[in-house]
């Protein structure tokens, strides 16, 4: 039978006294080593600018998550600096790419599959990956909530994918949980991806589970709730207006796509004072109300939060199908459909903090910016890697596939990788309540899950066809 159920081989770390690196992990290393130099201290944005601003401080908000400035602040306190955080970022994200791919392999090669061998396919997908028709490598080296994001799912991932097999099944249990709590302590959705792994934790346990099932399937959410809380109490983490500010989009998008409900809503129309501008806005495109002709409405709008909130309300009770299909329009212009918007960031925006990058590697940036550049805006290859359309229906295919196939030759490995591929699926959908602007790097953590898991099944699957493979491979 193509799927029989089988014992997926250890990793070779496990398998020994230690682990000792072997070629493809420091070719891994060096490769990591590579792009670290080329962008050091890091490629950093606004918002980037603005978590390192906290960092220094030692003030923070949660208008981002505040993890990520609290860690890059103890950094600071323990003598190091953004570079070297930023080396463990891009080590760790190259190492979570083969160590989800390995897993995949291993889930669905099975004896066909040598340890050797599983290493040399993972570090080649990693490779491939590291080409500039992916902007992988500039996302291993921007200090940026996406990229967290981007690392800490492929090793819930490839954690995920080990609770049943390893040795250390405890610790491995354990790993999923503080693994899955920090991505949720990253970005505001990602909690969303706590059931998920609580529900892989839970199935992943021999019946009969019963009360041990249920609390190892809370844990994720607990550790995160118990994480969130001592955070913001240890470093008095001011409340900010997330919330405010979703609710003000979902207004300003009702009345620019529904002028008769507008009027329906007098104090939100009351504020709409650039009916041009207001014309062109849909959901998913932040820039007109916050940054351009109408950004004084939705400060005011803000200002007020009861009135804003019983505003909202209003607007759910009166035109809930209207609002849905903002919520709509907005998740799909997330998807790359139209254009591929915001592929990578490729410098360190102006700041007051003398952040720059070395000089003298500017032409390498130069030449890995321009390529990139080049994919996405070229009416083909953009589909390879910029548009979350196409990889968000293979996740979906995947999810129905494995599932499937896991019941139909029973094999609880296959069930096993259908769990796990609903983590960048629910992912990808935790956009639909809440999209703010078109950038492709929101959803790029869940592509990147499932273009790794596509290449590992891809050669998993084809080996499994193969002959087995022999004590020498």
């Not at 029989?4 to 420091?26: C, F, H, N």
């Not at 196409?390 to 990788?417: E, P, Q, Y």
Request: aromatic share 10%; hydrophobic share 50%.
């Amino acid at each position: 039978m193509l799927f029989a159920q089988t014992s997926p081989t250890l990793p070779r770390a496990t398998a020994g006294r230690g682990w000792r690196p072997s070629w493809p992990d420091l070719i891994t290393i060096v490769a990591a080593l590579a792009i670290w130099g080329t962008f050091h201290p890091a490629l950093m944005s606004p918002d980037s600018i603005a978590q390192y601003g906290q960092a220094l401080a030692g003030s923070y908000d949660d208008w981002h998550p505040p993890l990520m400035a609290i860690v890059l602040h103890l950094v600071f306190v323990a003598g190091g600096g953004l570079g070297s955080l930023m080396l463990v970022q891009c080590v760790a994200g190259v190492f979570g790419i083969r160590s989800l791919t390995e897993n995949v392999m291993r889930l669905l090669g099975g004896a066909t599959l040598a340890p050797r061998r599983v290493e040399w396919l993972s570090l080649l997908v990693l490779l491939a990956l590291l080409l500039p028709l992916s902007p992988l490598s500039f996302y291993l080296m921007t200090f940026w909530k996406d990229a967290w994001t981007m690392v800490l799912m492929l090793w819930l991932g490839a954690l995920l994918l080990r609770i049943e097999t390893a040795r250390a099944s405890g610790a491995t249990r354990a790993g999923v949980v503080v693994t899955a709590a920090a991505l949720a302590m990253v970005r505001h959705n990602s909690v969303l991806i706590l059931p998920v792994a609580g529900l892989a934790l839970w199935g992943a346990l021999p019946p009969p589970r019963r009360w041990r099932g249920v609390a190892l399937a809370l844990a994720p959410a607990v550790v995160y709730s118990l994480g969130t809380f001592t955070l913001g109490r240890a470093f008095a983490v001011r409340k900010s207006q997330v919330t405010s500010t979703v609710m003000v989009l979902d207004l300003v998008a009702l009345c620019a796509s529904d002028p008769p409900a507008c009027r329906a809503l007098p104090w939100t129309e009351s504020h709409t004072r650039d009916r041009p501008a207001l014309a062109n806005y849909r959901l998913g495109d932040t820039d007109i109300p916050f940054w351009k002709a109408i950004q004084p409405v939705a400060t005011a709008m803000q200002a007020d939060r009861d009135r804003l909130r019983a505003e909202y309300r209003e607007a759910w009770r009166r035109f809930p199908g209207e609002l849905v299909a903002c919520k709509i329009v907005g998740f799909v212009s997330l998807l790359g459909l139209e254009k591929t918007h915001y592929f990578f960031q490729g410098s360190i925006t102006e700041n007051p903090y003398h952040l720059a990058l070395d000089g003298r590697l500017a032409p390498i940036r130069n030449r890995l910016e321009r390529a990139a550049d080049g994919v996405a805006d070229h009416p083909l290859l953009r589909w390879v890697s910029g548009v979350h359309a196409i990889w968000l229906l293979v996740n979906a295919i995947g999810v129905a596939g494995f599932l499937a196939l896991g019941r139909i030759h029973r094999n609880s490995s296959l069930t096993r990788l259908g769990v796990v591929l609903l983590v960048p699926l629910v992912y990808y959908s935790s956009y639909l309540p809440v999209s703010t602007v078109r950038d492709f790097r929101f959803m790029y953590p869940a592509t990147l899950f499932v273009q790794c898991v596509t290449a590992a099944s891809l050669v998993g699957a084809w080996r499994r066809t193969a002959r087995p493979a022999t004590p020498a491979e």
